[in-house]
């Protein structure tokens, strides 16, 4: 299969199915965090466990870790030990997606007796049992049930003693069982899909084609970093941790075909649930790379082998277990902003202003224990972006994860919530040639006035996310009730009867000298509310008169 024209049409088959793979995964899941919200990720795989394509539906945090956790199924179960129907199951952390509310299904493809892939996905489950999603926990085993890499079906037979184990583990039985099963299901579609592509191009198997697809991507990116100086390249990001500020230091080796980034200096591990196994920081500081160079290079085993991530044993980022890593996102998804900002000193108007970056997603749940009164919701939410080159930042809008805000009337329909408001923040985006996102502020409460508890997993309230190039920070967040007092960003905390929790999240930073702002995009800007008049003549030096736009 030599023909040029014939290699693309399969390739473009690949990526159809694998995001076929990905949107029933959606169509399927019980979870909002899913269903809604879009966190998960699907992908193909060779025999040997190399990520050939993924679904562009999904985060990076959930496909680059997606990308190493094959090969480690693939080392408890070895490819001659599987057969046709089974399917395996992991939310183990380190062997994973970095926590135990996400779990990743693998289904082998068989074809003429023989294995041609693997089919994997990922999704995030709303609640895996111990304390609950959050950063309280002192170590994994307080965080939920961990499943090791084991069988959820053999041979096509549900593995039921592991499927009662589960469900009596966690709050939330039958949405956690429905979600195992979708995962299933989206695998089990792109092996049917797989097995049309061999049928339709006459194939034994996808050898070949997956070896062409590896070593072409693999090629352009080597090409795209011999682009870049090389150098070493620096930066550091404080941001606030749980209980103390945390440091996060990168060094950016860039060579004439590899890039290598080091987070020695980093601070060291937390006592509370906000560390990163080694392989979601890897695959968020990889993702930073790609941002910036090679990005439209095919995102697979190929091109991410020519970035090395490391970080030293005991280092945040190189959390071992034990450690409790529930809430890993609130420092790894840091990590593209820390990258990107070292890769800016070599590719200088390329790089955004830094972004809220990781999600505001509350907890929500029950404070009482009668059994007709128990709910939990896990909504997914956004602060601004930073300013992008030549482009205002997105408000409200997640980056890195590229998840979706839950809309309020599918947290309204499924937990006894209102959101009283939620509206974009004025004044909160940095200023700067290009202005930072909008952050937004959202108010809830009970919908029958009774004491509900959040668990939050917040960051950027005492680091506001900074601006570049002369632009301007973003405004910090905030967490407080209606009635006054402040929460901490950090920790569960229960919210009184009849009280509201209001959340302010934060603006992204501004690029550029706010001086030199078109006049037209000011005027815009005040228009649409987006900037106050205070702020557009301090900040943008706007005269209320300006009639030249």
């Not at 991507?217 to 941790?241: K, W």
């Not at 060291?268 to 392989?279: A, D, K, Y």
């Not at 300013?387 to 809008?397: C, N, Q, V």
């Amino acid at each position: 299969m030599t023909d040029p024209l014939t290699k693309q049409i399969i390739w473009n088959r690949l990526l159809s199915l694998v995001e076929e793979q990905a949107q029933i995964l959606i169509r399927t899941a019980f979870s909002t965090a899913v269903r809604e919200a879009g966190d998960l990720s699907a992908g193909i795989f060779d025999p040997s466990g190399r990520m050939i394509a993924q679904a562009v539906t999904g985060t990076p945090g959930h496909v680059n870790a997606m990308a190493k956790s094959v090969g480690s199924f693939l080392e408890v179960f070895p490819a001659q030990t599987l057969s046709e129907g089974d399917v395996l199951v992991t939310n183990d952390p380190w062997k994973g997606t970095g926590h135990l509310n996400d779990f990743t299904v693998v289904t082998p493809c068989f074809w003429k007796n023989r294995l041609v892939a693997l089919f994997a996905a990922t999704s995030h489950i709303a609640d895996v049992g111990g304390l609950g999603f959050g950063a309280d926990g002192r170590d994994v085993f307080e965080e939920g049930i961990w499943i090791p890499i084991s069988h959820l079906f053999r041979q096509g037979k549900i593995d039921v003693t592991l499927i009662r184990l589960i469900k009596s583990n966690v709050r939330d039985p039958e949405t956690c069982e429905g979600d195992l099963y979708s995962l299933a299901a989206c695998n089990d579609a792109g092996v049917q899909r797989l097995h049309d592509v061999l049928k339709t191009f006459a194939l034994d198997d996808i050898s070949a084609i997956a070896d062409y697809i590896l070593a072409q991507s693999a090629i352009g990116m080597r090409t795209a970093i011999s682009e870049v100086p090389p150098g070493q390249y620096q930066n550091t990001m404080r941001i606030d941790g749980y209980d103390e500020p945390i440091d996060l230091v990168a060094k950016v080796d860039v060579q004439s075909d590899k890039v290598t980034v080091d987070f020695a200096g980093t601070s060291g591990m937390s006592r509370f649930g906000i560390n990163v196994p080694l392989t979601y920081a890897q695959a968020y500081a990889s993702f930073g790379v790609r941002a910036l160079i090679g990005g439209e290079i095919p995102n697979n085993h190929g091109s991410l082998s020519c970035i090395d991530v490391m970080a030293p044993e005991g280092c945040l980022l190189n959390a071992a277990p034990p450690a409790a890593v529930s809430a890993r996102h609130a420092v790894g998804q840091m990590l593209p902003d820390v990258v990107m900002g070292a890769l800016a000193k070599a590719l200088p108007g390329r790089a955004p202003a830094e972004g809220t970056s990781c999600l505001w997603n509350p907890v929500l749940k029950s404070a009482g224990s009668h059994p007709a009164n128990q709910f939990v919701v896990n909504p997914f939410h956004s602060g601004g972006t930073g300013a992008r080159a030549e482009k205002d930042g997105l408000s409200a809008t997640a980056f890195p994860s590229g998840v979706k805000n839950t809309p309020v009337e599918i947290t309204e329909t499924v937990a006894p919530l209102i959101i009283w408001e939620k509206e974009y923040i004025q004044d909160s985006g940095g200023a700067g040639r290009f202005r930072g996102g909008l952050g937004q502020r959202m108010i809830i409460s009970h919908a029958e006035g009774q004491p509900f508890r959040v668990s939050k997993m917040f960051d950027r309230i005492k680091h506001a996310p900074r601006g570049r190039d002369g632009g301007k920070a973003g405004r910090a967040g905030s967490v407080s009730l209606a009635s006054g007092p402040s929460l901490r960003g950090m920790g569960q905390d229960d919210v009184s009867a009849g009280e509201r929790l209001v959340l302010d999240l934060p603006g992204g930073g501004g690029l550029g000298d706010p001086k030199t702002r078109d006049r037209a995009a000011v005027r815009h800007d005040l228009l649409e509310g987006y900037v106050s008049e205070p702020a557009a003549a301090t900040e943008y030096g706007w005269q209320g008169d300006e009639d030249d736009v």
